[in-house]
């Protein structure tokens, strides 16, 4: 599997996981859950993306870590700063698992992705 296809399966499934652990949240329904779910699928393929992306250009484990990192925690930002119908913005909650993510996708890219056929 090349690093970026490696990137979108990655960050998708991560990203689905990440959304569905929203459900844990009390105040959660049924309704957003399932954007929240989309949503952070989403997130997780364009992370992915950019992390087997660079992997492919790069190869240091940790600035591909970084990149990764990086481009989760700003994707999870931008989601964090709509906030919700109250006006309620949940920065941890979101922007931890959107870097984690990152981080998590960005060093798998670098170690495991194959290099792209000549």
């Known amino acids: 599997m090349t690093k970026v296809v490696l ?3 990655l960050g998708a499934l991560l ?6 652990s929203a459900g844990l949240y009390p105040f959660v329904t049924s ?3 399932r954007e929240i779910v989309i949503g952070s699928t989403f997130k997780g393929l364009l992370t992915g993306f950019v992390a087997g992306w660079y992997a492919r250009r790069s190869h240091s484990i940790g600035k591909g870590i ?3 990192l990086m481009t989760g925690l700003i994707l999870s930002g931008l989601v964090a700063a709509m906030g919700d119908e109250g006006g309620n913005h949940y ?13 998590v996708v960005g060093f798998a890219t670098q170690k495991y992705g194959a290099p792209a056929a000549t």
């Open 66 to 68: 970084l990149v990764g």
């Open 31 to 33: 309704e957003m859950l």
């Open 91 to 103: 920065w941890v909650e979101i922007m931890l698992p959107g870097a984690a993510l990152g981080a």
């Open 7 to 9: 990137g979108l399966v």
């Open 15 to 20: 990203g689905a996981i990440d959304g569905w």
